[in-house]
């Protein structure tokens, strides 16, 4: 190798080290600063959906009602990535009892209260947005969690919703904050574009379809194999 050419090679190389190191800890602080998030509003609202930032059950339930509706769940093995305290598996039993769930959430206390209140389910603490799954799931499901307004929200979201889809053998099924329309974005939660982020699904794969109506501020989307 020419001179010159290693040393593009090398500077090269160390650029693109330091890019993902500074990356890869600007995203360490985007979970910290969730995960304290969350841990406050535990503290302060203990076992209630309030403690998972909505508004009241009605709004936390008419997300799951969609999110499963049109899925097929029978003898399905199901990952619920940020599963909070694990509330959407009256949702899965009210269109199957067949089915086998695992629920992940990085907050203890969430995954303590769902084991409580699920006994029989498989919970664990961990990180299946940014993390090693180890395993796949036919169904990969994800309530809630792309809403937040945080620094470079929708390159997270994407990367959020590709880790999700690799995780999946068959479908991936998510809400999120957002609609057809500008919403604008408040402290808390930034207001996706739905057609760009239909747009971007589409990139990933040809069978997506998009659902709206249930909520002025929300949009469900799933993605199949
Ligand atoms: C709005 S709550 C929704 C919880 C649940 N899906 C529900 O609808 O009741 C968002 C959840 O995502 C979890 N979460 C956020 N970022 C996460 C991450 N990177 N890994 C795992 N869980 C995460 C939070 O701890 C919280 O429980």
């Not at 909505?54 to 339930?61: E, G, L, R």
């Not at 299946?128 to 929708?154: A, I, Q, T, Y």
């Not at 739905?194 to 794969?205: G, K, M, P, V």
């Amino acid at each position: 190798m020419k001179p010159f050419s290693f040393v593009f090679f090398i500077s090269t190389t160390i650029i693109l080290e330091l890019a993902r190191a500074v990356f890869k800890s600007f995203s360490r602080y985007n979970l910290i600063m969730t995960a304290d998030l969350y841990q406050k509003a535990f503290d302060n609202y203990g076992e209630s959906p309030k403690a998972l930032h909505w508004v009241n059950y009605a709004s936390q339930a008419v997300r799951f009602k969609h999110l499963v509706s049109d899925l097929e769940l029978e003898d399905k093995t199901i990952l619920d990535a940020g599963c909070g305290m694990g509330d959407i598996l009256p949702f899965i039993y009210a269109r199957t009892e067949r089915f086998d769930y695992l629920g992940i959430d990085t907050n203890e206390d969430f995954i303590a209260v769902a084991k409580k209140r699920y006994a029989g389910h498989s919970f664990k603490v961990g990180d299946p947005f940014f993390g090693n799954l180890r395993r796949r799931f036919e169904v990969v499901l994800c309530s809630g969690v792309m809403n937040e307004n945080k620094p470079d929200w929708l390159n997270l979201r994407k990367r959020m919703i590709a880790h999700l889809f690799d995780a999946a053998t068959e479908t991936l099924a998510f809400n999120m904050a957002g609609a057809f329309h500008y919403i604008p974005p408040d402290a808390k939660i930034a207001y996706a574009d739905a057609q760009a982020i239909y747009d971007y699904c589409r990139s990933l794969t040809s069978q997506v379809s998009i659902k709206t109506g249930y909520s002025p501020y929300d949009f469900t989307i799933v993605m199949q194999k």
